[in-house]
């Protein structure tokens, strides 16, 4: 069984940091493109951060660049969120997805993505 889960999530004061973990199972994905997403409450999903296959690229939004970093470990079959300087408006759930290599559809679309994790929850506190 082929899933992606994420980690990390919690409860953080704003200016805090949390670094959130998607661990893939079922088969290496260190041949896919990976991304997370998030989704605050009544938003839609939106594009957080995307890194290529061998991590020599990487893509932010506006809105978390010079706060997120986007990183993966593929022998370990992990990829990473560190997030700091949080902000109250960063509290969502945070989905990580995975894409084959080639992809060529926009990487910020949520559709280009045939895998996805089940979310986890970051609350950030003003």
């Avoid at 506006?62 to 470990?73: A, H």
């Avoid at 990829?79 to 894409?99: F, G, H, I």
């Amino acid at each position: 069984q082929v899933q992606l889960v994420e980690s990390g999530g919690g409860l953080v004061q704003a200016g805090g940091s949390l670094r959130l973990s998607c661990a893939a199972s079922g088969r290496s994905f260190s041949s896919d493109a990976m991304a997370w997403f998030r989704q605050a409450p009544g938003k839609e999903r939106d594009f957080t951060a995307y890194i290529t296959w061998n991590g020599d690229s990487t893509v932010y939004a506006d809105s978390v660049k010079g706060r997120f970093t986007i990183s993966r470990d593929n022998a370990k079959n992990t990829v990473y969120l560190q997030m700091n300087s949080l902000k109250p408006e960063d509290t969502a759930v945070y989905y990580c997805a995975a894409r084959p290599t080639y992809y060529s559809g926009p990487y910020y679309s949520g559709r280009e993505y045939n895998y996805w994790g089940q979310g986890t929850q970051v609350t950030v506190s003003s």
